[in-house]
């Protein structure tokens, strides 16, 4: 069977079949894709909420149920405005504060983990801060656009990417992910996809206080203090949060027969909070925020297996190797209703981002590297609801960025400077939301970004269709062009020693991508939510290293490579009986190498992007809060080079999550984390984390 030419396995032929016999159910809940559900008191809450105004409908619908709920999800990233899940003509899946809570995640990147559409297990380990990677579409983590409430917040200085393992969730309202070409909006790196981390409001209590402890499996223990409240036109949050984890776990790699205990592991978290927010008027707002994310981790590089030749054989970069980041994120953000409706709104945002990285291994490596990144930024919108029946978004967006990167060699004493340099971009935008007829939106946008890099500016079309069929149907359709620009590494870095020649390449041009999805949501009564989306994503002039010499002692970057993705994203959310809840989830993903430098990879399949995953969650929730749910990871095996002669073996996880409320001030988290020690390497020679227990007592006052 294929659609549209992809091949797609039988065991989801299976799995649609199975959910669209489902009988429907009619207690309605609320539950979003990959994740538990959650409460009638918790869906009260969202209910007091303001939401945007919805297309309008035939009739009036009956009391919200659970599909209904699933749909009304608030959503900001495929609109650059507040608007919900019904009305994005995009594939999006959000994670909410709730569910965040209920699962016990700690990061960013662990939350991220039951939602399709994504690998966010990474390469470097699944232990608690090893580094995070982030695969969307055949992209990686430099073509994934990080937002933080919607504006970019990737290191263009360094990796092109963002450490979402540095994110410690005490300051999380919610995180969405957005597969696809988001370049329209946000400009650069959006070629896989979109991840917005939207940041906690304000409490509207004069003042609430929570503070939790937790402890867990391999020297793990947190302390979290959060503070926030609102006395006249002002309103504060105040959070810290410190988490440590020795990280000596055990474990087993099958396929050479070797076991060992994980070594030089150990991070230490370090993060605060802080959001001011200011009503200077009735119709206008001004916002602080502040997020600092320091976190020290050891840097135990692959584990050193013993038999030569194998999948894997990799020397550790030894017990010293360490690697320490401290990022301060700040922005003002002023909100402003214009005239005297509720049609005209300007948003006016300056950002400041101070990233600092250093890897410091005296004895293995005789380095110390350090780099620092300076980031400023500046965000002007209006959005403008023209009609009823049209929504227009337009604006103008600024970024700069400094990067300084230099190396101290500890026998010789002394420092060579490796790149110094600065981007900047600028870029206008245009967004228009038209409802052709109240079935039927379509929404039409363009951004021409202009760069200070040679052959770096870039312009962005996008265009997308939703049409709602039926009251129980909707049908997705949506192209957008994208680009990954350069990094200041890619274009500067110089590196001359006795043994290696190495140059950036200022001439580098960005990278192109452009991706298409077709998609239909399904209502099945009142009881369940169906989505399926297929998808293909063309990534051309990748940036890559070539070597120039058959001793690999000279290069330089330069745009080889053609890659285009195919494959299929599948949810099924379902109410199965009262306070009773199923979620599954399953992502086809085929990346194919159609041009690159080395001829032998042609027709190959992309390393580490074509992983197959399914999630599935079966969760009971009590009106009083209780909470118990069995959560299900699977990871298809995986090729580790493009060669395609190297591969790993999959693996399934299975996740017990309880929330336990003792009175209306004490709740009691536990969870129970690959209940049956499944053995894996997410990297060859990195292993991931076996059986293990977090238990997190917070008060709440």
Same mark, same amino acid.
């Given at each position: 069977?294929?659609?549209?030419?992809?091949?797609?396995?039988?065991?989801?032929?299976?799995?649609?079949?199975?959910?669209?016999?489902?009988?429907?159910?009619?207690?309605?809940?609320?539950?979003?894709?990959?994740?538990?559900?959650?409460?009638?008191?918790?869906?009260?809450?969202?209910?007091?909420?303001?939401?945007?105004?919805?297309?309008?409908?035939?009739?009036?619908?009956?009391?919200?149920?659970?599909?209904?709920?699933?749909?009304?999800?608030?959503?900001?990233?495929?609109?650059?405005?507040?608007?919900?899940?019904?009305?994005?003509?995009?594939?999006?899946?959000?994670?909410?504060?709730?569910?965040?809570?209920?699962?016990?995640?700690?990061?960013?990147?662990?939350?991220?983990?039951?939602?399709?559409?994504?690998?966010?297990?990474?390469?470097?380990?699944?232990?608690?801060?090893?580094?995070?990677?982030?695969?969307?579409?055949?992209?990686?983590?430099?073509?994934?656009?990080?937002?933080?409430?919607?504006?970019?917040?990737?290191?263009?200085?360094?990796?092109?990417?963002?450490?979402?393992?540095?994110?410690?969730?005490?300051?999380?309202?919610?995180?969405?992910?957005?597969?696809?070409?988001?370049?329209?909006?946000?400009?650069?790196?959006?070629?896989?996809?979109?991840?917005?981390?939207?940041?906690?409001?304000?409490?509207?209590?004069?003042?609430?206080?929570?503070?939790?402890?937790?402890?867990?499996?391999?020297?793990?223990?947190?302390?979290?203090?959060?503070?926030?409240?609102?006395?006249?036109?002002? *309103?504060?949050?105040?959070?810290?949060?410190?988490?440590?984890?020795?990280?000596?776990?055990?474990?087993?790699?099958?396929?050479?027969?070797?076991?060992?205990?994980?070594?030089?592991?150990?991070?230490?978290?370090?993060?605060?909070?802080?959001?001011?927010?200011?009503?200077?008027?009735?119709?206008?707002?001004?916002?602080?925020?502040?997020?600092?994310?320091?976190?020290?981790?050891?840097?135990?590089?692959?584990?050193?297996?013993?038999?030569?030749?194998?999948?894997?054989?990799?020397?550790?970069?030894?017990?010293?190797?360490?690697?320490?980041?401290?990022?301060?994120?700040?922005?003002?953000?002023?909100?402003?209703?214009?005239?005297?409706?509720?049609?005209?709104?300007?948003?006016?945002?300056?950002?400041?981002?101070?990233?600092?990285?250093?890897?410091?291994?005296?004895?293995?490596?005789?380095?110390?590297?350090?780099?620092?990144?300076?980031?400023?930024?500046?965000?002007? $919108?209006?959005?403008?609801?023209?009609?009823?029946? $049209?929504?227009?978004?337009?604006?103008?967006?600024?970024?700069?960025?400094?990067?300084? @990167?230099?190396?101290?060699?500890?026998?010789?004493?002394?420092?060579?400077?490796?790149?110094?340099?600065?981007?900047?971009?600028?870029?206008?935008?245009?967004?228009?939301?038209?409802?052709?007829?109240?079935?039927?939106?379509?929404?039409?946008?363009?951004?021409?970004?202009?760069?200070?890099?040679?052959?770096?500016?870039?312009?962005?079309?996008?265009?997308?269709?939703?049409?709602?069929?039926?009251?129980?149907?909707?049908?997705?359709?949506?192209?957008?062009?994208?680009?990954?620009?350069?990094?200041?590494?890619?274009?500067?870095?110089?590196?001359?020693?006795?043994?290696?020649?190495?140059?950036?390449?200022?001439?580098?041009?960005?990278? $192109?991508?452009?991706?298409?999805?077709?998609?239909?949501?399904?209502?099945?009564?009142?009881?369940?939510?169906?989505?399926?989306?297929?998808?293909?994503?063309?990534?051309?002039?990748?940036?890559?290293?070539?070597?120039?010499?058959?001793?690999?002692?000279?290069?330089?970057?330069?745009?080889?490579?053609?890659?285009?993705?195919?494959?299929?994203?599948?949810?099924?959310?379902?109410?199965?009986?009262?306070?009773?809840?199923?979620?599954?989830?399953?992502?086809?993903?085929?990346?194919?190498?159609?041009?690159?430098?080395?001829?032998?990879?042609?027709?190959?399949?992309?390393?580490?992007?074509?992983?197959?995953?399914?999630?599935?969650?079966?969760?009971?929730?009590?009106?009083?809060?209780?909470?118990?749910?069995?959560?299900?990871?699977?990871?298809?095996?995986?090729?580790?080079? @493009?060669?395609?002669?190297?591969?790993?073996?999959?693996?399934?996880?299975?996740?017990?999550?309880?929330?336990?409320?003792?009175? @209306?001030?004490?709740?009691?988290?536990?969870?129970?984390?690959?209940?049956?020690?499944?053995?894996?390497?997410?990297?060859?020679?990195?292993?991931?984390? *076996?059986?293990?227990?977090?238990?997190?007592?917070?008060?709440?006052?």
């Amino acid at each position: 069977m294929a659609i549209y030419g992809a091949p797609v396995p039988w065991a989801l032929v299976g799995f649609l079949s199975v959910v669209v016999a489902l009988p429907a159910v009619a207690e309605p809940a609320a539950l979003l894709t990959g994740v538990p559900p959650v409460s009638q008191q918790a869906r009260d809450l969202f209910a007091q909420a303001p939401a945007p105004p919805l297309p309008s409908t035939p009739e009036v619908r009956p009391l919200e149920g659970f599909a209904e709920s699933r749909l009304d999800q608030p959503l900001f990233a495929p609109f650059r405005r507040e608007g919900t899940v019904r009305e994005s003509s995009r594939a999006a899946y959000v994670v909410t504060r709730r569910q965040i809570e209920v699962q016990g995640a700690r990061t960013v990147q662990e939350a991220l983990r039951y939602l399709p559409g994504v690998l966010s297990d990474g390469t470097a380990g699944t232990q608690l801060g090893a580094s995070s990677s982030q695969f969307i579409r055949g992209g990686d983590s430099p073509q994934t656009l990080v937002l933080l409430d919607g504006r970019p917040i990737n290191d263009l200085g360094f990796q092109g990417s963002y450490d979402l393992s540095e994110i410690t969730t005490d300051a999380i309202e919610r995180i969405e992910v957005v597969p696809g070409g988001g370049s329209t909006l946000y400009g650069a790196n959006a070629v896989g996809g979109v991840i917005n981390i939207v940041t906690r409001a304000v409490s509207e209590q004069p003042a609430t206080t929570s503070v939790r402890l937790t402890a867990g499996s391999f020297g793990l223990n947190e302390q979290s203090l959060q503070t926030s409240g609102t006395s006249g036109p002002i *309103g504060w949050r105040v959070g810290y949060d410190r988490t440590q984890a020795t990280n000596n776990f055990p474990f087993t790699i099958d396929s050479v027969g070797f076991s060992g205990i994980r070594q030089n592991a150990d991070v230490v978290y370090n993060n605060f909070n802080v959001r001011l927010e200011a009503a200077l008027s009735p119709r206008t707002d001004l916002t602080f925020n502040l997020i600092a994310n320091n976190k020290d981790l050891g840097a135990p590089g692959g584990v050193p297996l013993p038999i030569p030749g194998s999948v894997g054989q990799f020397n550790s970069l030894s017990s010293d190797a360490r690697q320490f980041t401290n990022n301060w994120l700040t922005d003002l953000l002023l909100k402003a209703k214009l005239g005297q409706g509720e049609d005209s709104r300007l948003t006016a945002r300056f950002y400041a981002d101070f990233l600092n990285y250093r890897f410091d291994a005296p004895v293995s490596l005789g380095t110390r590297d350090e780099i620092a990144r300076e980031d400023y930024g500046l965000q002007l $919108q209006h959005d403008w609801r023209v009609s009823p029946g $049209q929504n227009l978004i337009y604006g103008f967006d600024f970024r700069t960025t400094h990067a300084l @990167n230099t190396t101290f060699n500890y026998p010789s004493t002394t420092t060579a400077l490796n790149y110094e340099g600065d981007v900047t971009q600028g870029a206008f935008f245009v967004r228009d939301e038209i409802a052709i007829l109240d079935s039927l939106r379509l929404n039409l946008g363009v951004r021409q970004d202009l760069s200070s890099v040679v052959n770096g500016s870039f312009t962005s079309p996008s265009a997308g269709l939703r049409w709602e069929v039926g009251e129980d149907t909707a049908i997705r359709a949506n192209y957008a062009r994208s680009f990954r620009a350069p990094l200041i590494s890619d274009l500067y870095y110089r590196l001359r020693s006795p043994f290696f020649n190495i140059d950036g390449n200022p001439n580098l041009r960005p990278e $192109q991508g452009d991706s298409y999805d077709i998609g239909i949501d399904q209502k099945i009564g009142e009881a369940a939510l169906l989505r399926l989306t297929y998808f293909s994503n063309t990534v051309s002039d990748t940036i890559s290293f070539v070597f120039s010499d058959p001793f690999f002692t000279s290069g330089t970057y330069t745009n080889v490579g053609l890659v285009r993705t195919t494959g299929v994203e599948a949810t099924a959310d379902i109410e199965i009986a009262p306070f009773w809840y199923f979620s599954a989830n399953y992502t086809t993903s085929d990346p194919r190498i159609l041009q690159d430098s080395d001829p032998t990879v042609l027709g190959k399949q992309l390393s580490f992007r074509g992983a197959d995953s399914f999630n599935a969650s079966l969760a009971y929730e009590s009106p009083g809060g209780w909470y118990a749910g069995v959560f299900v990871h699977s990871i298809g095996s995986f090729f580790v080079n @493009n060669a395609n002669t190297e591969s790993l073996g999959g693996y399934t996880t299975a996740d017990l999550k309880l929330r336990l409320p003792l009175n @209306n001030a004490f709740v009691l988290n536990a969870q129970l984390n690959n209940l049956f020690n499944q053995q894996y390497q997410v990297y060859p020679g990195y292993p991931g984390l *076996g059986l293990n227990f977090r238990l997190g007592l917070t008060l709440t006052l």
